[in-house]
């Protein structure tokens, strides 16, 4: 069976998991799911946050024994990218869900100001000094929630939180040896109003997978569509 490492976009954090992980793990999979830095236990300022900091922060849930599949959504596919490139040999998937896939050389911060039909660009404050990006609320249920119910946007509602800046800022480094030498598919998410398609198809015309996968849910499948994103990913898994 696989061994997931599920990574969270931004604003969120592990809780966004909660419908799909145990149904991976039902299906006899293994899971882990972390908080990235700056959330849950792993609070720390944003200025000090990089996307390295990240990178080693997460390698140390890799798994020795078996070879990980990353499951990726939204901002921190760049996450998922850095984390190929320094850990090939660890990794044995990629799986990019409505999801920042982007060339190397090139930051998420570029992207994000190219999707021009993103419904979140104006409702996106930041902060050049504390070096972090914030969502405001009135966006949150149009732009990230709205096939999900009322239980699941109040639930986001009250954890949401300050993204730290310095990763969407940071130039990827990539290479065709270790990052390129990793098998990427791509969940498309027909609905999503954050993450546009058009950006998505970008992703994946700039950078190439081996499968492409659709579900018609908003930026937020894991809350909205948890069974079939649960059974997309292991049937990608299973190829």
């Not at 419904?119 to 070096?131: E, F, I, R």
């Not at 009322?150 to 990539?174: I, T, Y």
Request: glycine share 6%; hydrophobic share 40%; charged share 25%.
């Amino acid at each position: 069976m696989t061994h997931f490492l599920l990574i969270h976009g931004s604003w969120h954090g592990a809780w966004c998991w909660y419908k799909v992980a145990p149904r991976l793990e039902e299906m006899g999979h293994s899971v882990v799911v972390p908080n990235l830095l700056g959330r849950g236990a792993n609070k720390r300022l944003s200025q000090f946050i990089s996307l390295r900091a990240m990178v080693r922060d997460i390698g140390t849930r890799l798994r020795q024994d078996q070879k990980t599949t990353i499951v990726v959504h939204s901002r921190y596919g760049i996450l998922a990218a850095a984390i190929s490139e320094m850990f090939p040999e660890q990794i044995e998937r990629v799986v990019y869900l409505a999801s920042y896939m982007i060339p190397n050389q090139k930051r998420a911060a570029s992207y994000f100001r190219a999707d021009t039909g993103s419904v979140l660009t104006p409702y996106v404050t930041v902060s050049q000094t504390g070096l972090w990006d914030e969502l405001h609320p009135d966006i949150y249920r149009e732009g990230l929630y709205h096939d999900c119910s009322d239980e699941d946007v109040m639930l986001a509602s009250n954890l949401l939180c300050r993204e730290p800046l310095r990763p969407a800022l940071a130039k990827l480094n990539l290479s065709d040896e270790r990052y390129g030498s990793i098998p990427r598919a791509y969940i498309r998410l027909t609905e999503d109003r954050a993450v546009t398609l058009q950006l998505q198809d970008k992703c994946i015309d700039e950078v190439g997978v081996d499968r492409v996968e659709n579900i018609k849910s908003s930026h937020s499948a894991y809350f909205s569509k948890p069974v079939e994103l649960s059974e997309k990913i292991q049937s990608i898994c299973r190829t």
